[in-house]
């Protein structure tokens, strides 16, 4: 259902309303803080990246619901506290896209990435260091991305994307190598430096490794669920059966699509 742009700054109006209402009257919502929301945000956060990645359009809305709710009670805190509030919150928007909103000249995503980053490092109070702005709670996957990414807005990065191939095959070999010798500790870190290599091939060829991985995991529960599920069905369990019967099942659910 479509609304008017009117009727949507009144819901958001509202929302402000009943957030105020709630900080007042609610003894849970009154006695929140900054600290005492930030893992139910996580949580949030989570539940509306799994409803993305299953396009489940009735989730998505939901979640969303949840996630503004957490962003307009930040910004209510702030304002209890003279920080900021929820038009400092928007202004910000409005000043990082100088492209839309000022005299900056952006024609294509990559230009206003490396704007972005510059105005970041130009704001005051802002981030010290290029990577600085890289959150250290971030999921190891994403938080290499995000550290390649901004190096790449400074000008640190291949010349031609093809190179990351003979670098990715360089930290297969020395993990390789690593693992040889039997020194766990070693083998580790060069593991460390495979997936980060991976992860810069996958940004170079504008794939979202998280996005990737968790597609492909969410793949192998499709098949490994079709697995158990015909298992139990021939009245049998997975651990009496042969890796050679698990593989024919398998291959069965490949080819249905799953």
Known sequence: MKHTRQEQMEAFGRLLDVLDELRVKCPWD?????????????????????????????????????????V??????????????????CDKLIFRHPHVFGNVKAATAEAVSENWEQIKLKEKDGNKSVLSGVPGALPSLIKAYRIQDKARNVGFDWEEREQVWTKVKEEISEFEGEVASMDKDKA????????????????????????????????????????????????????????SEMDAIWDEAKQKGL
């Open 72 to 89: 307009v009670f930040y910004a209510k805190i702030g304002s209890e506290t003279d920080d900021f509030d929820i038009k400092d919150v």
């Open 30 to 70: 009154r006695k929140q803080t900054n600290e005492s929301l930030r893992a139910n945000t996580i949580e949030e956060v989570y539940e509306l990246s799994d409803a993305l990645m299953k396009n489940d359009k009735r989730n998505i809305c939901k979640e969303l619901g949840d996630v503004l709710l957490h």
């Open 188 to 243: 580790e870190a060069e593991f460390g430096d495979v997936m980060f290599s991976l992860v810069n091939a996958a940004r170079l060829y504008k794939i979202n490794p998280d996005n990737a991985l968790e597609r492909t995991n969410q793949k192998f529960i499709r098949r490994f669920n079709y697995l158990e599920e015909h298992t139990i069905k021939q009245g049998k369990n997975l651990s009496d059966m042969s890796l």
